[in-house]
């Protein structure tokens, strides 16, 4: 076991290291980050900012020197606020966890009865809803979900206010809509795998020897095929949970919520290239952070795995 | 003689012929393909079928411009004009104008050439590329598959749409920055699932005798492998189109996609979002609805397509 965990820290380590390398080239070599500020920016601050950053430096200094910041967790300064983007970032975190948690549940609530459903009733009415459900999910691009929803409960019913994340913690007025939005893409891939891997762990022996031994059908289902089936289910929950937080950026921008996501999209307009590097880089390490502890988990649970390597 | 004609083994042919072309026409998606069809003529003969320009404003008449302000104006356009079936409609445009005046149908239908011309590409692009590495790291192996899986897995950390936000705000907005964009982001996915498929492929019979006979690497690579894993690859990428045109709405929605005046369907919805939230829903409703019944109909294509090309989805 803890060889299969060392094996696979070092595999995360390389992997980690090729995303901070893949985007310091995508960077340096399409121009450098202040390229884009000279159009906006005055040259004084710009010539200051390259001082700064050494960008007349060769590549080889220039990577080494933002190697060394990453390590230490610098992610330099946002050239917009000049503050530091790692700051910038956990301050705004929280909110996007709280948006990205709640449309997990949403899209969990959503998906999983209904995968269990057509995966009970294959190819009946249920099944074909279970399906349609799942494509329209994954047809709609979200921010235009989001926009209809302001349309229909903000401005036409006015039941629900339109911007901002409201006061309190447990202000679930102004969450509910976003979530929605962003849990509703979700959903779809929910019902997807629910329903494959009921239909997968349904077909196997175990299941087919309970059913002999005459259980009842809903005992079958909720105490095997399912508690087999939730595997996969929480595995992809938990990848998405992780997607949400950090695709949220349309949604954000629609609802005017102050996560990551409208972070990126700030930095972005505002030619801030450290804040948009900052944003992308801490995303891809999340994930990469989660896959790693997917992995130990897997093996945990299957020793089949861990000996397999 | 009779007994040879009835079992002549062309006439069975053919009646398996007629029947699985009579099968594939009762189970084949098609209300889907017709949309398909439908948005693709309507995309490639745009010029000739939108009734109005996709920069133009819809020309007023003297009356038309009294009605809508009480006075003339030399020129004179009217803009947020309802659909014909609405109250308060004045041009009677099959789906209205926009905050210019223009006609809303001509530009949905210009926008049709945007999504489909950037979501093709950029796909087919990313499929020649992924295609080409994956059969590379699955068929050559060693380090070969060791590097290209690594950057592949690195490559695939990143959520897309992030991804995609990270080169459009270092390329700038524009139409073949965005195809380049879909191309370096897809292509990791197409190597992954093709690398899989090769590993199996590689076992095979016809792969092993070709390598006894001493055929060389590329001929095996190009002849023996890459029409063996075109099935997997084609339905592949008729799920990817879809994921490919939400990126794009997303890219254009936010402003680093293509950029205006042109009528790409995402622009189109953010430069209505003013009007949406004083009521106005059809201004951003139809673009959205374009955005939905196109992916909509590729996915359910590609879902049909999954389920005909692998036998063992086929009764689930």
Redesign the interface.
Known sequence: MTRFILNRAF?SL???W??VT??FG??RF??DPTT?LEEVGDKAYVAQLREQWGLDRPYYVQYGKYMWGLLQGDFGNSFQKSLAVRDIYFERLPNSLKLGFAAFIISIVLGVPLGILSAMK?QTWWDNFG?VFA??G????N??IG??L??FFG??LGWLP?LGKGNSFWDWQHLIMPAFALGWYFSGNMVRITR?SM?EVMGSDYIKLVRLKGVPEWVVMAKHALKNAMIPIMTLAGLNLV?MV??A??IE??FNWPGVGQL??D???N?D?PM??G??LM??MM??VL?FAIDILYAYVDPRIRLSR | MAMRTTHDPAGVDVSRAVQASYRFAREAPLIPLFILLAMGLAALFAPALAPYGKLESVPVTDEQCQAKYGRSFRSCYIDDDPPFFMQGSILRTPLGTDYLGRDNLSRLMYGARISLLVALTGTVAAGAIGTLLGILAGYMGNVWDQVIM??T???L???????A????????PGLWNVVLILAVVFWSRYARLVRGEVLTLRERDFVRLAEVNGVSKFHIIFRHLLPNVMNTVMVFFTLIV?VAI?IE??LS????GVPPPEPAW?LM?SQE?EA????K?WL??WP?LC??LL??SA??LG?WLRVRLDPQLRN?
Request: glycine content about 10%; charged content about 10%.
């Open positions: 595999y390389i992997t980690l090729l995303l893949i985007v995508f960077v399409t121009g884009m294959v399906k494509i329209l994954l047809s709609v691009p921010f235009f926009l209809m302001i349309v401005v036409y339109i494959s239909l997607i950090n695709v950026i349309a921008v629609v990126l999209f930095g972005m307009s030619r290239f948009v590097q944003v992308v995303g891809g994930i990469v896959n | 690594r950057i897995d690195a490559w950390t990143l959520p897309t749409l992030v991804f936000i990270l080169l459009a705000s270092i390329r700038g879809g939400i709405a997303n929605f936010l402003g680093v995402g919805i979002r949406l939230m004083e009521g829903w951003a409703a959205g955005i939905m992916v909509l996915n359910m879902d689930r």
